[in-house]
């Protein structure tokens, strides 16, 4: 009777663990820019309302602390970038598949604050007192707002008037312009349309800063992994695409 008790019990610790085997395996951790937590949030709820059951641990943040994360060793099976350098610079640490990476969706960037009819141009930030931008060293949304600046010729001028306001990502970026603790900020469209009390006083003109595109990719561990695979080509699919539009992203054709 014991040595039929200790068998059961073996096989219930075996089941248990097979169980938590499998429950660990259907994890899927995504690392995601700022910019796209509200398009993300909602396609993670469609994915899992679709009969898929798999735990998604999203890690929203700047694009280059992500990269940077992933690249020492932090759980990561899917990674998309608000730019390309973060991606790049993952498949030349070989973090990526590189069969798996392409362009996700595309944003434009553009001048937020209170209403101001005096700020309708590059030329008019000049005059406020603070403007914030994400921390150009790590997010993408900063490097562009500093490279429309310089081609403008005004960033030495803010910058060596301490104008500029470093956030951590474009999201406090914005937060800083929507409770009017600065006067404006560079964000992406997207971002500025989710604001309460900001506006966009003016779209950035394309031709001052490289276009904004979304690259994804599996990593190379996402790539071993059904679960991940699968969100992957929800995101990428029509699904996908339709709730990118409804956040304001634009298609990459």
Same mark, same amino acid.
């Given at each position: 009777?014991?040595?039929?008790?200790?068998?059961?019990?073996?096989?219930?610790?075996?089941?248990?663990?097979?169980?938590?085997?499998?429950?660990?395996?259907?994890?899927?951790?995504?690392?995601?820019?700022?910019?796209?937590?509200?398009?993300?949030?909602?396609?993670?709820? $469609?994915?899992?309302?679709?009969?898929?059951?798999?735990?998604?641990?999203?890690?929203?943040?700047?694009?280059?602390?992500?990269?940077?994360?992933?690249?020492?060793?932090?759980?990561?099976?899917?990674?998309?970038?608000?730019? $390309?350098?973060?991606?790049?610079?993952?498949?030349?640490?070989?973090?990526?598949?590189?069969?798996?990476?392409?362009?996700?969706?595309?944003?434009?960037?553009?001048?937020?604050?209170?209403?101001? #009819?005096?700020?309708?141009?590059?030329?008019?930030?000049?005059?406020?007192?603070?403007?914030?931008?994400?921390?150009?060293?790590?997010?993408?949304?900063?490097?562009?707002?500093?490279?429309?600046?310089?081609?403008?010729?005004?960033?030495? $001028?803010?910058?060596?008037?301490? $104008?500029?306001?470093?956030?951590?990502?474009?999201?406090?970026?914005?937060?800083?312009?929507?409770?009017?603790?600065?006067?404006?900020?560079?964000?992406?469209?997207?971002?500025?349309?989710?604001?309460?009390?900001?506006?966009?006083?003016?779209?950035? #003109?394309?031709?001052?800063?490289?276009?904004?595109?979304?690259?994804?990719?599996?990593?190379?561990?996402?790539?071993?992994?059904?679960?991940?695979?699968?969100?992957?080509?929800?995101?990428?699919?029509?699904?996908?695409?339709?709730?990118?539009?409804?956040?304001?992203?634009?298609?990459?054709?």
């Amino acid at each position: 009777m014991k040595k039929i008790k200790m068998l059961f019990s073996l096989f219930a610790i075996s089941l248990l663990l097979g169980a938590a085997s499998v429950q660990a395996a259907e994890k899927i951790s995504l690392s995601v820019p700022a910019s796209m937590t509200d398009a993300l949030k909602e396609l993670i709820a $469609q994915f899992s309302a679709s009969g898929k059951h798999p735990q998604i641990i999203p890690n929203y943040g700047p694009s280059g602390a992500l990269a940077k994360q992933i690249n020492e060793g932090a759980p990561a099976d899917i990674f998309i970038s608000a730019n $390309q350098k973060w991606m790049t610079f993952l498949r030349e640490e070989k973090r990526i598949e590189p069969a798996t990476e392409k362009i996700l969706a595309a944003n434009t960037l553009v001048f937020a604050g209170k209403k101001n #009819p005096a700020v309708t141009a590059m030329v008019d930030i000049v005059k406020l007192k603070q403007i914030a931008i994400g921390s150009p060293k790590s997010v993408p949304a900063g490097e562009y707002a500093v490279q429309a600046m310089e081609k403008a010729g005004i960033y030495k $001028q803010l910058e060596e008037g301490k $104008q500029l306001v470093m956030a951590k990502d474009v999201r406090q970026a914005l937060t800083y312009a929507d409770r009017g603790e600065t006067e404006g900020a560079f964000v992406y469209k997207t971002d500025a349309l989710m604001a309460a009390e900001a506006v966009i006083l003016f779209e950035v #003109p394309q031709d001052l800063y490289e276009r904004v595109t979304y690259p994804i990719a599996l990593t190379v561990d996402g790539a071993k992994k059904a679960e991940a695979k699968a969100f992957y080509e929800f995101l990428t699919g029509p699904a996908g695409t339709k709730v990118f539009l409804k956040y304001g992203f634009t298609a990459v054709k």
